[in-house]
């Protein structure tokens, strides 16, 4: 007994000095910078931290931001100075709009929380450091794996510095998870694809290369060599050709390091699984920083169209590279026009599995801003992408449909039909109709009014019931799509609705009115008289003079002295006089009383 506890004992000593060593080792390595705001309301209070040699950078209502070390820390507190609040820095504070990693996966857990009828987050696989790679997929019926669905994967970050690809991956989940329901096209794709993101394979690398608040320019992963060095590159590292040609390094230190050997590394051991288990992927992108290039297999050689590449599948690439270029402008090229690498992610795709995988190298086209671009130009740099990611999404059905070989490319054929009253008045709905055919199938038909949908249906007769709640001039079109993501749209009927109109009083007087004065209705838009239903408390006999449609009229009543009248306008009777109902009150003036000497006498002729 004794013996055994002594070993305990000693077990848990190894296990203490484990645990005491790592986050000193740690903490040598990483200086570690903290994002403190102090309290300061004032220009004097600002001067007189700015006099104890605190760097502002930013100020606020409450306090003012500076960046510090440990030892800046230990300072300020030393002198008194209570922060309000310290964060230790990830990005720096200008490129904050980018998400580190525990920042990606709240985002991923809020759109997969917003959207659990399409939208399904998994776990891919864990990295070196033991981080979870998330797996994020995007379809209705998301837990169900239907292997006769085509489906598309997109891939972020393989390489740690290049952040601006977790946010394009980041984009792309919110682009579909926003668009269902409301757009078609998108609706139409997440009906009909199981599609696939990956947005973050290199998490420890991501998170190592920002992790004081200032970049490193990380590409690895952070594998612990036995040299000492540290990380694999995980786009040398697949099993595809791995380690041929020169296109890889042997040498752990080197950036372009393949790995002891193939799949040796739990990032691309998750991403093969991942993409093992789902043989329906047709299609595939990879993200990257930078260059503005759309890169297609084979990147181990520079021959065009080896013996492990098909001559129509090379036809394949060289045509959706060239589609794809044409919505983001990048340049489509073979990977090897670069440079030779092997044991990248998309010759496996295409080698291994027959994938039409690419490899996207976003924005910039140089080193300045390089792999560091700044937070702003995110949202222009991934919608940049959605045209081709859309675009191959709607290809995975069979990608060689592009060269003309098999799949659906043919779109439906559709018309819209529909009877709207004449006038058209808000808040009245239309039934709107669609005749659709496809050679496959139609799959969704969407109705649109200047541009935005306005309904759907799946299942023929396809119509929907539309009432739109403003007035305006409408441009209506049906589109009908079917499984191959094709698109057609009918001819546009164009429809004015009327809002209802607006009734103004003239009152003749400035605060009360004569006996006998004419008051002036005006209208925003014509109305019907005949159907105008008005009249005055206290009742009064009136008469209008004004006929048929009319955008003014005048009521001629003999109102009575010192007397207050209301005029009430309702709505309701008639199309064409719908008017918002009004009132409106006015008093009478006193009246001067002419009492005639003879009250009446007879002219005899
Ligand atoms: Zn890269």
Known sequence: MLARNIWRTICLLILFAAIVALPASAQEERPGLYRVTLPATDREARTRLAEQGIAVEAVGPSGVVATVDEAGLAALRAKGLSPLAVEPLDFPPEDEAYHNYEEMMAALSQMAAQRPDIVVLTTAGYSVEGRAIPAVKISDQPEIDDPTEPAVLFMALTHAREHLTVEMALA???????????????????????????????????????????????????????????????????????????????????????????????????????????????????????????????????????????????????????????????????????????????????????????????????????????????????????????????????????????????????????????????????????????????????????????????????????????????????????????????????????????????????????????????????VTVTTLALHFEPPVDFQLQAWGETEALIVHAPFRPRTHYRLVLESGLGPQSILRPAQWDFSTRPSRVYVPLISAFEIES
Not at 301 to 330: H, K, S, W
Not at 401 to 407: D, F, M, S, T, V
Not at 423 to 451: C, K, M, Y
């Open 172 to 526: 792309i989940v919110r682009l579909f998870v926003e668009g269902y329901g409301t757009d078609p096209a998108l609706t139409n794709l997440v009906e009909q694809r199981e599609i696939y993101v990956l947005p973050n394979v290199n998490p420890d690398g991501g998170e190592y290369d920002i992790a004081d608040g200032f970049y490193r320019y990380w590409r690895k992963n952070r594998r612990p060599n036995p040299d000492g060095t540290y990380g694999v590159d995980l786009n040398r590292n697949y099993g595809y050709r791995w380690g041929c040609c020169g296109g890889s390094s042997p040498v752990p230190g080197s950036e372009t390091y393949r790995g002891p050997a193939p799949f040796s590394e739990p990032e691309t051991q998750a991403v093969r699984d991942f993409v093992l288990a789902r043989p329906n992927i047709t299609a595939a992108i990879s993200f990257h920083t930078y260059g503005e290039l759309i890169l297609y297999p084979y990147g181990y050689t520079y021959d065009d169209l080896p013996e492990d590449m098909d001559a129509d599948d090379q036809r394949t690439f060289v045509a959706l590279a060239n589609l794809m270029a044409a919505t983001n402008g990048y340049r489509p090229q073979q990977a090897s026009d670069l440079y030779i690498t092997s044991g990248d992610t998309v010759d496996w795709l295409y080698g291994q599995l027959g994938i039409f995988g690419f490899t996207f190298e976003m924005y910039p086209t140089s080193f300045s801003p390089g792999f560091y671009p700044p937070g702003e130009v995110i949202p222009r740099e991934t919608a940049r992408n959605f045209p081709a990611v859309i675009a191959l999404t709607a290809a995975a059905d069979n990608p060689r449909k592009i060269i003309g070989l098999g799949g659906d490319a043919t779109p439906p054929v559709v018309m819209l039909y529909f009877t709207a009253p004449d006038p058209w008045l808000v808040s009245t709905p239309v039934t709107l109709a669609a005749a659709a055919e496809d050679d496959v199938g139609v799959t969704l038909v969407a109705w649109q009014a200047n541009g935005a949908a306005i309904g759907m249906d799946r299942t023929p007769p396809f119509t929907t019931t539309w009432a739109p709640d403003e007035p305006g001039l409408y441009r209506i079109e049906a589109l009908a799509f079917d499984g191959g993501g094709n698109v057609a749209t009918s001819e546009a009927f164009t429809a004015t609705v009327y809002g209802p109109a607006d009734a103004a009083l003239d009152v003749a007087g400035q605060d009360a009115v004569d006996l006998f004065a004419p008051l002036r209705l005006s209208f925003s838009r014509p």
